[in-house]
């Protein structure tokens, strides 16, 4: 069962998965279900969880999806697949979403689930950082390119601090925690919903963030990605996705240790137990549901502020509106 859900998981990181969508015979598995591949943003950790729940709850197979989960190597290259047809869903964050759009690809987002975006600055507790202020004259890692690296300066700008406050490390996304571990770095920017966890187990040592969305600069974070070809061709496919996934992050929210059992039967290569409750712990809040909201369920208020962060900050050319990036129809029946 562990090996079921990776699959196709080699060939996609390779970029030869065929094209999704086009042969009927490929596409249709025993029984009527469609076959369904999504990719998600990253190697599983336990944000992914809810998607392991669904699977073994059956809630993507009673709308008729015999659906396949595939590790991802960041969200860039999610999206890529995503726009070359290679997989039907990427589960991907909404800055690099943007980038991709405008960059051409043909791609939406059919609802961001993290709406409270996860980007931080994270260091060990006993550094004694407290609030941005506290950064001033220390290292901070990071890796350029990324929406958080991009968006730090006006971070810092606008919690009143300058670029020349804090020394920024450049360092490759796999490096980050190596480096926040032995020292070599004083924090590091990143997803404290993932990483913070992760660098515990680690370390055995408290860590402690600061959260951009918590100090001034709220960014959407990761949501369901799809090609505009399936959106045009296959819309019902889309929805009952969509549904299913909701109900996923639903009942998986009040079912963490449920949730988290599934992945661990179902995924591979997934963080020890501990570490993933603590992580699917910390990402529910993120869902930002506010008065009876659903999952994956976006206002255009929260696009607009994302669009703009990225337009000043992130060099997004001709920014356009949410309609650009975001087809909000899916995920509100019932």
Not at 142 to 171: C, M, R
């Amino acid at each position: 069962m562990r090996r079921l859900a990776f699959t196709a998981a080699a060939l996609l990181l390779l970029g030869s998965l065929a094209a999704c969508g086009d042969n009927d015979e490929q596409s249709t598995a025993a029984g009527g279900k469609k076959k369904v591949t999504l990719t998600l943003n990253w190697v599983p950790y336990g944000e992914h969880a809810p998607f392991y729940y669904g699977l073994k709850k059956g809630f993507y197979e009673a709308e008729g999806i015999e659906l396949t989960i595939s590790p991802g190597g960041g969200s860039g290259k999610t999206i890529q697949a995503v726009a070359q047809q290679q997989t039907d869903f990427g589960w991907a964050d909404t800055p690099p979403l943007l980038k991709g759009i405008a960059t051409g690809m043909k791609v939406k987002s059919v609802g961001v689930f993290l709406q409270k975006g996860p980007a931080s600055i994270e260091f060990l507790a006993d550094k004694g950082i407290k609030s941005p202020a506290d950064l001033k004259g220390k290292t901070v890692g990071g890796t350029p390119g990324d929406a958080i690296y991009a968006t730090f300066p006006a971070w810092l700008k606008a919690n009143g601090l300058s670029e020349s406050d804090v020394k920024v490390v450049n360092l490759d996304a796999a490096g980050k925690i190596a480096a926040l571990a032995e020292g070599r770095v004083d924090a590091i920017q990143g997803f404290f919903h993932d990483q913070a966890p992760t660098i515990e187990s680690r370390t055995g040592k408290d860590v402690d963030y600061l959260l951009y969305a918590d100090w001034g600069m709220n960014m959407l974070g990761t949501g369901l990605v799809v090609n505009e070809d399936t959106l045009s061709k296959d819309p019902d496919m889309v929805r009952a996705f969509a549904r299913a996934t909701q109900r996923s992050w639903t009942d998986a929210a009040k079912d963490i240790p449920g949730a988290t059992d599934a992945m661990a039967e179902l995924a591979e290569n997934e963080p020890d137990k501990k570490v993933l409750v603590e992580q699917l712990t910390l990402a529910v809040p993120l869902l930002d549901l506010g008065a009876g909201g659903k999952p994956g369920v976006n206002s255009e208020a929260k696009w607009t502020e994302t669009i703009s962060l990225m337009s000043q900050y992130a060099d997004l050319k001709d920014a356009g509106g949410p309609s650009k990036y975001w087809d909000g129809s899916y995920g509100n029946e019932g």
